[in-house]
C-alpha cells in the first residue's frame, strides 16, 4: 500500500481539488490510504475533507489532528499510515498521471526515496527557470513542494521529520537522504502553485529562499534561521 499524507492548514478552498486529481489520476486508487493531517484550521477543510470521504467508495482518505507544524503534522501521519511507502505531498501540489505506479516502480528499482520533477503554474520566467533545474539531481534544487516519497523501512531508519524544527523540515529530512546516497528524481513533472511566490513577489522570496540556504550552508543555528524568517517572510 501507498500512503499518502498531507498536512494542511486552511486550505478549504483547495483540498478538494486535490483530493479528486489524486483519485482520477492514479493508477489504482483502491489500493492507496490518504491522510489528510490538519494542523488546527479555522476554515471549513476537515469538513470538506470528511464530506469527500464520505462519497468516495474505494478511495480510503482519513482526517487526523496534530500540532500545527508541517514537520509535526507529517510526522504524526506517518506513525498512523499502515503502507509500506508513504509519500508527503503539499496541499497546492499537484503528481503527475499515475504517480502511484511510478512510485511503485522506482522502489521496485531499489530507488528508496526520492521526488518528482516540478513546474510552477505560472509563466513567470524565473520559475520557469526554477522548475527546469529541478530535472538535476543537485540537492540545492530539491524542496517540499516537489512531494517525497520514501520506504517506510528507510524513514524509520533516519527517524523521520524533525519534529523540533519550526522550519526547513523537508530539507532537513532531503539532506539526511543526500548524505546516505538514497535519493531519485523521478522523471515526470508534478506541478505546483505559484500563489505564495505571487503575493510576496517573484524574485523576493526566491533571494529569502537562497539566503536560508546559504545561511544554513555556513552554519547558522536553527533558531537563527528561524528568527531570519519570522523577520522576513511570516
Known amino acids: 500500500m501507498l500512503s499518502i499524507i498531507i498536512p494542511v ?8 481539488g486535490l483530493l479528486h486529481h489524486l483519485m482520477e489520476v492514479a493508477f489504482d486508487a483502491t489500493g492507496l490510504e490518504v491522510i489528510v493531517v490538519d494542523g488546527g484550521s479555522r476554515d471549513n477543510t476537515v469538513l470538506k475533507v470528511n464530506a469527500f470521504a464520505s462519497i468516495k467508495n474505494g478511495f480510503q482518505v482519513i482526517t487526523a489532528t496534530a500540532s500545527k507544524g508541517r514537520g509535526k503534522q507529517m510526522h504524526y501521519g506517518a506513525a498512523m499510515a499502515n503502507g509500506e511507502i508513504l509519500y508527503f505531498l503539499h496541499a497546492d501540489s499537484y503528481p503527475p498521471e499515475h504517480y502511484d505506479q511510478l512510485i511503485l516502480n522506482a522502489v521496485a528499482q531499489e530507488h528508496p526515496a526520492g521526488c518528482f520533477r516540478m513546474k510552477f503554474k505560472s509563466r513567470h520566467p ?14 540545492v534544487s530539491r524542496g517540499g513542494d516537489q512531494s517525497q516519497y520514501i520506504t517506510r523501512e528507510l524513514y524509520d531508519e533516519i527517524g523521520g521529520y524533525n519534529t523540533q524544527i519550526p522550519i526547513y523540515e523537508d530539507y532537513d529530512l532531503i539532506t539526511s537522504l543526500y548524505n546516505r546516497g538514497h535519493y531519485h528524481v523521478i522523471p515526470k513533472w508534478l506541478k505546483t502553485s505559484a500563489r505564495r511566490y505571487h503575493e510576496k513577489g517573484v524574485l523576493r522570496l526566491q533571494w529569502f529562499y537562497l539566503t536560508i540556504y546559504w545561511k544554513k550552508y555556513r552554519g547558522a543555528s536553527m533558531e537563527e534561521l528561524y528568527q531570519y524568517y519570522l523577520s522576513k517572510c511570516d
Open 9 to 16: 492548514f486552511n486550505e478549504e478552498a483547495s483540498i478538494e
Open 126 to 139: 524565473w520559475l520557469m527557470a526554477v522548475g527546469w533545474l529541478t530535472r538535476f539531481s543537485w540537492k
